[in-house]
């Protein structure tokens, strides 16, 4: 288990005062450590300020990605390539640690107690696994701004919902976080083909998601967080991608089937 002394928690939604003023405190935070290394695995070009906490660490070794030329103030780093798979190339910034290898089968344990969680949400609901298709939909998604068209839009979604609940032996269960849920039960409280769907647990934890996704027969959703947990346990997923491509952020085989347009 991974075990940390520290961390620091920097929310970059806050409004633009607010969060001068917490960088601040967070930069004079940086200078009270004595760090042996930095390491910055933010590929983006729009992600200066990772390169600036990683300056003001005073980490003896900096190393992370440059774009057109090297960063002065990494005392290593490597060029990125946005062609390549992200995951992949991100791995790579450990040989400069000289690792030169790394796992990509990665996977999650889930608790037993959220295993239990998932198990008596199913049964609340009256969802039995073997005779119910059990169909996660992942509505939403978040994005980098002028990335919202990751997101199909909720209507369309709402209309795939209708299809899939023509076959009676069909359970949806919408999932999201409590301002999602909340969006999902106002949208389809006047919908009457939709009425038999089921809205996730407000409560749930990331865990708890995951322990319900496990157990269903598939997921469908956009590029974002829920479809990487979805990966994590190996469910089926059917996943709807905008300006990004399965190819750039999924470790998958590339034999998988995809269609364009």
Not at 55 to 72: E, N, Q, R
Not at 175 to 203: Q, S, Y
Request: proline letters at 4%.
């Amino acid at each position: 288990s991974l075990c940390f002394d520290d961390y620091i928690f920097v929310d970059y939604k806050e409004n633009s005062i607010d969060k001068l003023n917490k960088l601040i405190k967070i930069f004079i935070k940086l200078r009270q450590y004595q760090f042996d290394l930095s390491i910055n695995p933010m590929a983006s070009i729009n992600f200066k300020k990772g390169h600036l906490i990683s300056l003001l660490s005073k980490a003896k070794v900096k190393i992370g990605f440059t774009w057109f030329h090297p960063i002065w103030f990494y005392t290593n780093s490597i060029k990125r390539n946005k062609e390549e798979n992200s995951i992949k190339q991100n791995a790579k910034i450990l040989s400069l640690l000289r690792i030169d290898s790394f796992d990509t089968n990665v996977s999650i344990d889930i608790p037993q107690k959220n295993r239990d969680n998932a198990k008596e949400f199913l049964k609340k609901n009256n969802i039995i696994i073997g005779n119910d298709n059990l169909i996660v939909i992942a509505p939403f998604t978040r994005g980098m701004k002028g990335y919202n068209s990751r997101q199909w839009p909720l209507e369309k979604y709402l209309r795939l919902s209708e299809l899939i609940m023509k076959d009676q032996s069909n359970k949806i269960v919408f999932l999201g976080d409590n301002k999602e849920i909340r969006k999902i039960m106002k949208v389809i409280h006047d919908k009457p083909k939709l009425k038999n769907c089921i809205i996730g647990d407000e409560k749930f934890t990331l865990l708890d998601s995951a322990a319900l996704i496990r157990r269903c027969s598939l997921v469908i959703c956009n590029d974002g967080g829920l479809m990487h947990l979805a990966s994590l346990v190996s469910a089926p997923i059917i996943s709807i991608w905008g300006p990004t491509t399965p190819s750039s952020r999924l470790l998958t085989d590339d034999s998988l089937p995809y269609r364009t347009g």
